[in-house]
């Protein structure tokens, strides 16, 4: 079984926040996998079984969002990688929010530190090991404004737009990654499509052209 989590904080006051990006991803796969399906209370979390099923292949999955606010996002975690006798090298991908990224890029890693995310580093503390997959989703970085109140407040307008997009691509890399490992996930995902597409416009362009010489990356309960 693989463990899809996304990591959030519960209840309606954080709905669309940009803390809730990793809810916003497994909701998403949630529509795709597992339509009318009945969410069940289990491993201190909101749970979902699910068949992926790809052109590439098929594969058993368990979605989780965890109710225990961010900062104890481990505690859900480590509950269902026991249970299952997951390795989180293999089995666990973590869908995260990132202010290091710019709103609507996505990057998966195999392994890594935990970047300041008190969500990640309580994953990391009570499963002994920062090694196990993740999925950083960008929503920007702060600016002037607090870390704790950027991140517990709504997206703009111009943020929801490049969030739409960055939440199905995210669920395409997941899907990839359950059905065909991390590192064809990350030589697939990590790229910046934008640039795939601008290169291969320049690419055409150059053929059109002569050839020339020289041409030349909290409150009680609200967690961050």
């Known amino acids: 079984m693989k463990l899809i989590v996304g990591l959030g904080n519960p209840g309606p006051d954080y709905r669309r ?3 809730n990006a990793g809810f916003m991803a497994v909701d998403r796969l949630a529509d795709r996998h597992a339509p009318g399906q009945t969410p069940r209370a289990r491993f201190n ?3 979902l079984e699910a068949r992926i099923d790809t052109s590439e292949g098929s594969c058993g999955c368990l ?3 965890p109710t225990t606010f961010m900062n104890l996002s481990g505690r859900s975690v480590a509950e269902a990688v026991r249970f299952y006798k997951a390795d ?3 089995d666990l991908l973590i869908l995260v929010d990132d202010v290091a990224l710019p709103a609507g890029k996505i990057r998966l890693r195999a392994r890594g530190g935990a970047g300041g995310h008190n969500g ?3 994953i990391e503390r009570m499963l002994a090991t920062d090694e196990y997959g993740r999925c950083r989703i960008g ?3 702060p600016g002037r404004i607090p870390q704790k109140d950027y991140v517990l407040g709504r997206f703009t307008d111009e943020q929801e737009q490049a969030i739409k997009p960055a939440i199905e691509r995210v669920c395409d890399a997941a ?3 359950a059905t065909q490992g991390m590192t064809h996930a990350m030589n697939r995902f990590n790229p910046d499509p934008e640039s795939k597409k601008s290169k291969g416009a320049s690419t055409k362009g150059d053929a059109s052209e002569p ?3 020289n041409g030349a990356g909290s409150g009680t309960g609200a967690q961050h």
Do not use: F
């Open 63 to 65: 979605l989780i969002k």
């Open 139 to 141: 929503i920007d970085a």
């Open 120 to 122: 990640l580093s309580d």
């Open 175 to 177: 899907e990839c990654w």
């Open 88 to 90: 989180p090298v293999e």
């Open 45 to 47: 979390g909101i749970t």
């Open 17 to 19: 926040t940009r803390h």
């Open 211 to 213: 050839n020339v010489s």
